[in-house]
């Protein structure tokens, strides 16, 4: 049976995540972390793809990117994946592939969800039992975000710059953000990501169906509707 085919709209953020293989850690050291990054700020700037949030964990990754084509972020998951894995068989004499089949993904209503998917990323280590707080992990984009360290892999979106005036107010607002989270919200992310869904309100799902070409609910084969003439289709907020 053909895999199905992944929900990708220019710019329109995705949150991603690729397991290892049978979850078996794929970082055995702190220049492990260090070179995936290296390998992932390549892959994205080549494929136009801005990196936004990520979270390197022992045995799977999470991040949170926008692409600038259809084919950005595959592109570039494939172009991370080859070189990462080159490098690890080698350091570690083994063979074989590292990753649990295809990176799972998930299209982002970008005014609701986005800053939601950078908490959901960045508590991933303290949900985990990991760290009593996300300032704590080092191989996350929390300390960009909430304490201003300099991260080469990130790209800010629009909907955190705009949180404060200046750096020190952004990032007071946004470690206030960070410790309000809800478990229902990381369900909520988990399902649509799991299941390679959208992630949005109703009317943005009815409009990705639309700009898709394609039916975006699970269980709900079929054409899309044809879009009204005149009917306005617009984006909530990409960039």
Avoid at 62 to 73: C, E, V
Avoid at 173 to 188: I, K, L, P
């Amino acid at each position: 049976m053909p895999r199905p085919p992944r929900f990708v709209l220019p710019g329109v953020p995705q949150h991603i995540l690729q397991r290892g293989n049978n979850r078996q850690p794929i970082f055995l050291s702190d220049g492990d972390f260090i070179v995936y990054l290296e390998h992932l700020r390549m892959a994205a700037n080549k494929h136009g793809c801005r990196v936004h949030a990520y979270v390197l964990m022992s045995n799977h990754v999470h991040l949170l990117a926008t692409p600038a084509r259809p084919d950005s972020i595959a592109k570039t998951m494939q172009a991370l994946g080859r070189r990462y894995v080159q490098y690890f068989n080698r350091r570690y004499a083994r063979t074989g592939t590292m990753w649990e089949g295809r990176y799972k993904a998930c299209l982002i209503e970008t005014q609701r969800y986005l800053l939601n998917c950078y908490r959901y990323i960045e508590n991933n280590p303290v949900r985990a039992g990991i760290v009593r707080a996300p300032k704590l992990y080092e191989y996350s984009s929390y300390g960009y975000h909430a304490l201003g360290r300099q991260d080469p892999v990130l790209d800010a979106h629009s909907l955190y710059t705009n949180l404060g005036a200046t750096p020190e107010e952004r990032q007071r607002c946004y470690r206030d953000f960070v410790a309000a989270g809800s478990m229902s919200e990381v369900e909520e992310i988990r399902r649509a990501t799991n299941g390679g869904r959208v992630l949005g309100t109703t009317s943005f799902r009815r409009h990705a169906q639309v700009w898709l070409g394609r039916c975006v609910e699970p269980g709900k084969p079929g054409r899309p509707p044809i879009a009204a003439a005149g009917a306005d289709y617009s984006l909530a907020g990409p960039e």
